[in-house]
Nanobody, 122 residues
Framework: QVQLVESGGGLVQPGGSLRLSCAASGSIFTINDMGWYRQAPGKQRELVADITSGGSTNYADSVKGRFTISRDDVKNTVYLQMVSLKPDDTAVYFC????????????????WGKGTLVTVSS
C-alpha cells in the first residue's frame, strides 16, 4: 500500500505565506507525477499544480506567480510553497501522486492524501 500524508495547512492572513508538504510512504518503486489539488466549499476540485518526474511543472492560472511546486525524490515528498495568499485560496488541499509500486508497473496508479485545510482570512 501507499500512503500520502499532507502537512503545513492552517490559518493565515491575506498576503501571508504557507508551505505545504506531502510525504509518500509504503510500497514505492518510483513516483511519476506528483501534485496538489484543492476544493473549496461548493466548488469543484481543481488542479493547483503538478510536477513530473522530470521536473516539468504546471500551474493553475489563478496561482501562477504565487505558488511554487517542488519535489524531493529522496524523501518521496512534494512541496507547495504559497505566497501572497488570498481569501480565494481557502480550500482543502489534497496531495496526489502517481506511484509505481513495481518495476513492471509502467504508468503507476493514483494515490491521494486525506487533505489539509488552508484558511486565508483576516
Amino acid at each position: 500500500q501507499v500512503q500520502l500524508v499532507e502537512s503545513g495547512g492552517g490559518l493565515v492572513q491575506p498576503g501571508g505565506s504557507l508551505r505545504l508538504s506531502c510525504a509518500a510512504s509504503g510500497s514505492i518503486f518510483t513516483i511519476n507525477d506528483m501534485g496538489w489539488y484543492r476544493q473549496a466549499p461548493g466548488k469543484q476540485r481543481e488542479l493547483v499544480a503538478d510536477i513530473t518526474s522530470g521536473g516539468s511543472t504546471n500551474y493553475a492560472d489563478s496561482v501562477k506567480g504565487r505558488f511554487t511546486i517542488s519535489r524531493d525524490d529522496v524523501k518521496n515528498t512534494v512541496y507547495l510553497q504559497m505566497v501572497s495568499l488570498k481569501p480565494d485560496d481557502t480550500a482543502v488541499y489534497f496531495c496526489y501522486a502517481k506511484v509505481r509500486t513495481h518495476w513492471s508497473d509502467y504508468y503507476g496508479n493514483d494515490y491521494w492524501g486525506k487533505g489539509t485545510l488552508v484558511t486565508v482570512s483576516s
